[in-house]
């Protein structure tokens, strides 16, 4: 395995197998994973062409995704490139270990097509490539065991609203009044929202009303004096008002642990993408992926300074968008040759 690092560490190029240096690689320690895995026998190249079956092919994908899953963060982000013909198995894979969020449909706007002769075709031609988009399972919970997002925000929620929770909870435990009277006397299922921790809310006012009614009924029944649910409604919703804006404020903190995710109305926000391919010159790689295509991927998934790691790097396309938006970058490729001209682009992108 050959190993050189640039720009004081920030770029690491392997000149290896992918298995190999995911398996080497720290867990968790890659933000964004966007690759183009060899698609199997749709070029001529002996890197594609690689595996006796489809069957072996896709068994050597899965434990590259296998390495993927150990190494991505629990809020990164996966883009796997791969061709019309074993999308769907490719789908399959995926799912089997990552959250699909989008079937992305890379749109080629000009290419081989156009010279094809119409009336010999059998079936349309394909014009695509497919970008699968993915994230661990449970990215804003509990993913790989750690407390994302959507964990951290619901505790801090507990601890917020703990005052106008126990306001609720400790009425309904003081008279001993059950989820179903409460449920019957509101016409609705929400006693575990309003008188629990978990998914707390504020009743209406119509619904503080019918439990206060409930509640003096009940503390009538067991010749108690009324005493809970005595605050009025318009208290509580200012009560109400300020424990949200103290919230919103406090998970803004937590913005770091989410999977980034940053489009707008500028670039392609939908899942078909168009994109003009690479033009041919000498040198060229024959899966060459568009810079703009990449830095797309990388903007909309990334932020500065995170880790980009493509394990099929080819041309270094990935880690010439990277570089240029200041990020770190781990790439792998198997071939010599190819690593070596792809290390020298590398250096000169990095002014080096
Ligand atoms: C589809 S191309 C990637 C092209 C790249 N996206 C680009 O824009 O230039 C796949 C690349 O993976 C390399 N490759 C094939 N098998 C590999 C392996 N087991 N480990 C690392 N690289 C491998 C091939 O040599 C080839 O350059």
Not at 106 to 116: D, E, H, L, M, S
Not at 135 to 155: F, I, L, N, P, V
Request: proline content about 5%.
């Amino acid at each position: 395995m050959v190993k050189k690092e640039l720009q004081g560490g920030a770029v690491t190029l392997y000149c290896a197998d992918a298995l190999e240096v995911l398996a080497g690689m720290a867990e968790n320690s890659v933000d964004l994973i966007a690759m183009d895995p060899p698609y199997f026998r749709v070029k001529g190249e002996a890197w594609d062409n690689q595996w006796p079956s489809v069957e072996a092919y896709l068994a050597w994908l899965d434990e590259v995704l296998l390495g993927c899953w150990r190494v991505l963060r629990p809020a990164g982000s996966l883009y796997l490139f791969c061709g019309h013909k074993l999308a769907a198995e490719t789908e399959q894979l995926v799912k089997a270990r990552f959250n699909l969020l989008s079937h992305i449909i890379w749109a080629k706007p000009n290419g081989p097509w156009r010279r094809q002769n119409k009336a010999q075709l059998r079936a349309f031609f394909p014009s695509t490539e497919r970008i699968l988009f993915a994230e661990h399972y449970g990215a804003e919970g509990m993913a790989k065991g750690c407390s994302g997002y959507a964990a951290k925000c619901a505790e801090l929620r507990k601890g917020v609203f703990a005052p106008l929770i126990e306001y609720f909870a400790q009425a309904k435990e003081a008279l001993g009044v059950s989820a179903a009277e409460i449920n019957a006397a509101t016409g609705t299922k929400m006693c575990s929202h309003w008188f629990s921790y978990s998914q707390w809310q504020l009743p209406s006012a119509q619904q503080y009303e019918a439990l206060q009614r409930l509640f003096a009924g009940k503390a009538a029944a067991l010749e108690r004096p009324y005493e809970a649910l005595q605050s009025e409604y318009a208290d509580l919703g200012k009560q109400y008002q300020a424990l949200a804006r103290q919230y919103d404020e406090l998970k803004q903190e937590y913005e770091q642990l989410r999977r980034p995710f940053a489009v707008s109305a500028e670039v392609p926000y939908t899942d078909v993408w168009q994109f003009a391919p690479v033009a041919y010159y000498p040198g060229k790689h024959p899966c060459e992926k568009p810079q703009d295509l990449m830095r797309h991927i990388i903007q909309c998934s990334s932020r500065e300074g995170q880790v980009v790691g493509d394990f099929f790097m080819g041309s270094g396309a990935t880690g010439k968008a990277a570089v240029a938006l200041g990020r770190q970058f781990i790439g792998v490729e198997l071939e010599q040759p190819r690593y070596e001209q792809t290390c020298g682009e590398m250096l000169e992108a990095l002014g080096q």
